[in-house]
C-alpha cells in the first residue's frame, strides 16, 4: 500500500507527463491535422523512417498494434504518396516499408519540431536530470513492452 505523501507525489507525476505529452505532440498534431492525419500516422511515419525497409510484420510489432489498427491509416499514408511499399528482396510477397521523398519531408517536420521541444527542455534540466529523465523513460517503456 502506497502511502498518502506517495499517492500525492505519483499523482503529481502522472500530471506531469500527461501535460508533457500533451505539449510534446501539440506541434506535430497541428501538422498533420493540417493534412487530415493525426497521431497514429506520425508513430508509423516515425518508424519507418527509422527502420527503412520494415516489413509490415516487423511495424506491427514495433508499434504493438494489430494488423486492422494499422491497416487503413497505412493504406492512406501510401494512398497520399508519404509511405511506399516494396517487395522484399529474399521473398517478393513480403512487403517492405520506406517513406517517399514527401513522406522524408513530412517525417522530418514532425520530429523536428519534437527534437527542438525536447533539446531545450534538456538544456533547462541540464545533464544529470536528463540521464535521469532516460532512466525513468526507459523503465517505463521496458514495463510497457513486458504488458505492465
Known amino acids: 500500500m502506497v502511502d498518502l505523501k506517495r499517492q500525492a507525489e505519483l499523482n503529481d507525476a502522472i500530471e506531469l507527463l500527461y501535460f508533457a505529452y500533451r505539449g510534446f505532440t501539440d506541434g506535430p498534431d497541428r501538422i498533420l491535422e493540417r493534412r487530415g492525419l493525426g497521431r497514429v500516422h506520425h508513430r508509423i511515419l516515425y518508424f519507418i ?10 511495424l506491427l510489432e514495433e508499434l504493438a498494434v494489430s494488423k486492422q489498427a494499422l491497416n487503413a491509416p ?4 501510401m494512398e497520399m504518396n508519404l509511405v511506399a ?9 513480403v512487403k517492405n516499408l520506406r517513406l517517399t521523398a514527401e513522406g522524408l519531408k513530412l517525417e522530418g517536420e514532425l520530429t523536428g519540431v519534437q527534437m527542438r521541444h525536447l533539446q ?10 536528463e540521464k535521469g ?14 504488458g505492465g
Open 133 to 146: 529523465w532516460r532512466a525513468v523513460m526507459a523503465a517505463l517503456a521496458q514495463a510497457a513492452r513486458a
Open 49 to 58: 523512417g527509422r527502420r527503412p525497409d520494415i516489413s509490415v510484420r516487423g
Open 85 to 93: 511499399a516494396v517487395p522484399g528482396a529474399e521473398d517478393r510477397r
Open 120 to 129: 531545450a527542455a534538456f538544456d533547462q534540466a541540464g545533464p544529470g536530470d
Open 74 to 77: 497505412l493504406r492512406q499514408l
